[in-house]
């Protein structure tokens, strides 16, 4: 079963998130897919990706795919969980990728956003990011990828509250390029593509990995990273965590214990 589409017209490849079934969910076979789509395509010197789902959805992606989160006691979003593996491939491939949104975004998936090079949106766009509606203590890696997108106020606003971000204010924080509606935004990204694919391949790859390594150049200490893992550990071992996974299975919403 294919849950992406996948077409290259010159220099540009385009995946298609295609699973609306499931909101595309990032289960770990969309990923799978994806991240073979984004291997394939550096391989046939695609110079710029665009990573879009079907025109006219309601949500572009609904997150990290919770019937694949694992039981209590073990890390929701450990190094190779699918959205991590996900989120590195795009930060590490050398084309840079375009995200062309519309719909709603939701947790995993705000993160995946925010690991593109650059942002075009739909109005009625928003992003949700909500690790605190599952009782998930979200990844150190992860809240640096939204850490280099979203000033901290914002971002602590939208962890703690699981509250949408509109597009208007996700555009004046400079989250995002550029707001299209619907009708132009895909001619727009595409003619973008096409400028990049005009300018060097080599020195644009070697700046996106430069700028990743710039921006991720914080220096952790063994024992900060010890620490913040013990802290994390605690969430995922907690009762919070499981009442979480399982209120959204059941569909209905948590009531937190708080332990
Ligand atoms: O009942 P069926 O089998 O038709 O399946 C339903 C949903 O269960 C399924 N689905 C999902 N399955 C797994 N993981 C998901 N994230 C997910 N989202 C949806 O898709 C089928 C259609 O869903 P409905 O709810 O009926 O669709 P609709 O009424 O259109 O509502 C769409 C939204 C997106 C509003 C709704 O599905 C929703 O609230 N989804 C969950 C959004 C969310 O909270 N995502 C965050 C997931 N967590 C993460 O990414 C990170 C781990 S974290 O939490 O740390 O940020
Ligand atoms: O033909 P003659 O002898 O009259 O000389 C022409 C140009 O060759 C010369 N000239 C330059 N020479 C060396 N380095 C330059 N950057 C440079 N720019 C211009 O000046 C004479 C007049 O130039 P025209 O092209 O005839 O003038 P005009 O029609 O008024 O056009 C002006 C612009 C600025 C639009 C045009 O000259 C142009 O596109 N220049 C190049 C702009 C550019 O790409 N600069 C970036 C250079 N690179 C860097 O700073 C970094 C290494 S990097 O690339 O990393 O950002």
């Known amino acids: 079963m294919s849950f992406i589409k996948t077409e290259q017209r010159g220099y540009t490849g385009v995946i298609t998130l295609d699973h609306s079934e499931k909101r595309n969910a990032l289960s770990e076979a969309l ?22 789902a079907r025109p006219g959805v309601k949500v572009w992606s609904a997150g990290h795919d919770v019937s694949e989160l694992p039981g209590r006691g073990r890390d929701p979003l450990g190094w190779n969980d699918p959205l991590r593996i996900l989120i590195r491939t795009i930060q590490e491939c050398p084309m840079p990728v375009i995200g062309m949104i519309e719909g709603s975004v939701w947790g995993g998936a705000c ?20 690790p605190a509606k599952l009782g998930v203590p979200y990844n150190i890696g992860g809240l640096l990828t939204l850490l280099n997108m979203i000033p901290l106020p914002i971002m602590k606003e939208m962890l703690f509250t699981a509250e949408p971000l509109s597009s208007d204010q996700a555009f004046n924080l400079g989250i995002v390029n550029y707001i299209k509606p619907a009708g132009d935004i895909e001619d727009f990204v595409l003619g973008m593509a096409e400028r990049i694919a005009t300018n060097s391949p080599l020195s644009i790859g070697v700046m996106k990995d430069a700028l990743r390594l710039l921006s991720s150049a914080h220096s952790v200490t063994p024992e900060l990273f010890e620490r913040i893992q013990g802290m994390r550990r605690i969430v995922y071992d907690s009762e919070d965590y499981q009442e979480g996974v399982r209120a959204f299975r059941e569909k209905r919403r948590p009531s937190f214990p708080g332990k």
Do not use: S
Not at 32 to 49: C, D, G, I
Not at 114 to 120: Q, S, Y
């Open 31 to 52: 990923v799978h897919e994806l991240v073979e789509a984004l291997e394939t395509f550096q391989k046939q010197n695609v110079r710029a990706v665009i990573l879009r």
């Open 111 to 130: 993160e995946v956003a925010m690991a593109c090079d650059i942002l075009v949106i739909t109005p009625e766009v928003t992003f949700a990011i909500t």
